[in-house]
């Protein structure tokens, strides 16, 4: 099936936030960071029109996305579904700032999933993400998410993770249980920043004790929803991950700039992985550079292939591949937690399964 899967940054790296550890400003500082033109998106519904996908998905990321206006993804939403005739989805991560009651109830109206950022409880969060003027933005988040609610607009909660909150995901666990937050997608922070980068150390801990209270909940029959943890039950029940990270391989989606620039990741947005634009004849047909992306994905470290648990890992993001972009700084980490957790992960599975 023709999918076609985009990631798209309406207000490129513009934020109203100052993150301590926003990687997406090293990568587009260097940029002209402005709202994408209506030439830009008229060429990009018309590229996605020629190239008649099955399915379609569109992710809105920034930057902050919504800084790009509510009359933005009005007039995009409309013309997308004006313009394609297969299914859409849409989903859009904020940190929250901005949300109120129209911006909800038109997610509400397109069926968006909407991922907000929030680290954890207030001593948690405001360690890095602040406003431009160093203050907490929580309220905010906690008020837009309520917001949300009101409209019953589907979320889940995006959490970094780093070397300090890793080890102390009780906490991160309790708040969003008070808070009620069923939805959870924990991203380790992996960029070389001393005392900020998560540690194989720390990450395999943190992968243990979030499984333990995934687990816990699970025998408590109160299921929360963790990314990384229902796609390995899913493999073990026979389903394709979802995650990308998961897959063994790259190339599952584009990421589109503001300014129609085409790049193959949203880890990968240097000026030297540019792929094309969207103002070229068939931007989304594979090139020579996204073959190669693609291909550097797909070899497996000797470990790998020797690893009792390579169907669940199949070694992990790209990214995080070093010594020669096969083998992964983070194995240790994951040898050690499948090797603590498989045996509860192949009994979710059953149970999913067959109750
Ligand atoms: S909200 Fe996102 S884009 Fe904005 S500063 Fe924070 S991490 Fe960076
Ligand atoms: S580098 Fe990682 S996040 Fe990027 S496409 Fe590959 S697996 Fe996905
Ligand atoms: S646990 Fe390590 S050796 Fe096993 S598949 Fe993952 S990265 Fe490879």
Known sequence: MKRLTLLVKPAAGLCNMNCGYCFYRAASDSRKNEVMSSETVDELIRKIAAFGPAKLAVLFQGGEPTLAGLGFFQNFVCRVKESVLCPVSFSLQTNGVLIDDSWAAFFRKHNFLIGVSLDGNRRINDRYRRDKYGVSVLPQVLSAISVLRKHRVHFNILSVIDDENAADIESTWKYFK????????????????????????????????????????????????????????????????ESCAMCGVCGSYFVVEANGDIFPCDFYCKDEDRLGSVYDDQPFAENEKQRRFVEESKIIHEQCEKCRYYVLC????????????????????YYGFFEYAAERMERAAEVFLHG
Not at 314 to 333: H, I, L, S
């Open 178 to 241: 008070k808070h009620g937050f069923r939805f959870l997608q924990f991203i380790p922070y992996v960029d070389d920043v001393p005392g900020v980068t998560l540690s194989p150390e720390k990450y395999e801990d943190f992968l243990k004790k979030s499984f333990d209270l995934w687990y816990g909940e699970l025998l408590r029959e109160e299921y929360v929803s963790v990314r990384h943890i229902d796609n390995y039950v899913g493999v073990l029940m026979g389903r394709s991950p």
């Open 314 to 333: 199949r070694g992990g993001c790209k990214r995080n591949r070093t010594d020669g972009f096969t083998k992964n700084k983070y194995c240790e980490a």
